[in-house]
Protein backbone atom coordinates (compact mmCIF):
# COMPACT_ATOMS: atom_id res chain seq x y z
CA UNK A 1 0.00 0.00 0.00
CA UNK A 2 1.80 2.81 -1.13
CA UNK A 3 2.02 6.13 1.08
CA UNK A 4 1.68 9.04 -0.63
CA UNK A 5 1.88 13.44 0.84
CA UNK A 6 -0.59 15.77 -0.63
CA UNK A 7 0.19 19.53 -0.34
CA UNK A 8 -2.02 22.60 -1.37
CA UNK A 9 -3.14 25.64 -0.20
CA UNK A 10 -6.35 26.70 1.03
CA UNK A 11 -8.77 29.47 2.25
CA UNK A 12 -8.84 28.68 6.27
CA UNK A 13 -6.56 26.62 7.64
CA UNK A 14 -8.50 26.03 11.07
CA UNK A 15 -11.86 24.81 8.86
CA UNK A 16 -9.58 23.08 7.38
CA UNK A 17 -8.21 21.09 9.95
CA UNK A 18 -11.07 20.85 11.59
CA UNK A 19 -13.38 19.25 8.84
CA UNK A 20 -14.37 15.70 9.04
CA UNK A 21 -14.84 15.35 5.08
CA UNK A 22 -11.00 13.88 4.88
CA UNK A 23 -12.03 10.65 6.69
CA UNK A 24 -15.47 10.74 5.61
CA UNK A 25 -14.47 10.59 1.53
CA UNK A 26 -11.64 8.91 1.59
CA UNK A 27 -12.68 6.48 4.16
CA UNK A 28 -14.57 4.33 2.07
CA UNK A 29 -11.78 4.39 -0.11
CA UNK A 30 -10.23 1.99 2.04
CA UNK A 31 -7.72 5.25 2.76
CA UNK A 32 -5.98 4.85 6.51
CA UNK A 33 -3.24 6.42 8.19
CA UNK A 34 -4.30 10.25 7.96
CA UNK A 35 -2.61 12.85 8.87
CA UNK A 36 -2.60 16.53 8.42
CA UNK A 37 0.64 19.34 8.22
CA UNK A 38 0.80 23.08 7.98
CA UNK A 39 3.37 24.91 7.20
CA UNK A 40 4.59 27.04 10.25
CA UNK A 41 5.87 29.74 7.41
CA UNK A 42 2.72 29.84 5.26
CA UNK A 43 -0.24 28.23 7.02
CA UNK A 44 -2.21 28.41 4.54
CA UNK A 45 0.03 25.60 2.86
CA UNK A 46 -0.74 22.26 4.18
CA UNK A 47 -0.59 18.71 3.78
CA UNK A 48 -2.15 15.04 4.14
CA UNK A 49 -0.07 12.27 4.40
CA UNK A 50 -2.23 8.95 3.18
CA UNK A 51 -2.29 4.95 3.04
CA UNK A 52 -3.80 4.48 -0.32
CA UNK A 53 -4.52 1.03 -1.40
CA UNK A 54 -5.86 1.76 -4.61
CA UNK A 55 -3.63 5.11 -6.06
CA UNK A 56 -5.83 5.27 -9.45
CA UNK A 57 -9.28 4.95 -7.38
CA UNK A 58 -8.42 7.96 -5.22
CA UNK A 59 -7.06 10.56 -7.39
CA UNK A 60 -10.21 9.35 -10.36
CA UNK A 61 -12.67 9.53 -7.02
CA UNK A 62 -11.32 13.70 -6.26
CA UNK A 63 -12.14 13.96 -10.25
CA UNK A 64 -15.93 13.44 -9.14
CA UNK A 65 -19.06 15.80 -7.87
CA UNK A 66 -18.48 14.54 -4.86
CA UNK A 67 -14.62 15.25 -4.75
CA UNK A 68 -14.93 18.73 -6.07
CA UNK A 69 -17.58 18.97 -3.19
CA UNK A 70 -15.15 17.80 -0.51
CA UNK A 71 -12.66 19.81 -2.05
CA UNK A 72 -14.89 23.40 -2.09
CA UNK A 73 -15.82 22.18 1.46
CA UNK A 74 -12.75 22.11 2.58
CA UNK A 75 -11.40 25.13 1.22
CA UNK A 76 -8.97 23.44 -0.82
CA UNK A 77 -7.17 24.79 -4.20
CA UNK A 78 -7.72 22.12 -6.12
CA UNK A 79 -5.18 24.32 -8.82
CA UNK A 80 -2.24 23.88 -5.95
CA UNK A 81 -2.68 20.29 -5.79
CA UNK A 82 0.77 18.46 -5.94
CA UNK A 83 0.97 14.73 -5.11
CA UNK A 84 4.31 12.49 -3.78
CA UNK A 85 4.35 8.77 -3.90
CA UNK A 86 6.22 7.14 -1.44
CA UNK A 87 9.09 5.52 -4.00
CA UNK A 88 11.00 1.89 -3.04
CA UNK A 89 14.60 1.67 -3.31
CA UNK A 90 16.12 1.16 -6.36
Do not use: C
Not at 12 to 31: I, K, N, Q, Y
Not at 43 to 60: K, R, S, T, Y
Amino acid sequence: MPTIVVHHDVTDTDHWLASPRREEFFGPLGVTGIRTFVDPQNPGHVAVLLDVPDLDAMLASLETEEGAATMQYDGVKPETLVFLVESSPA
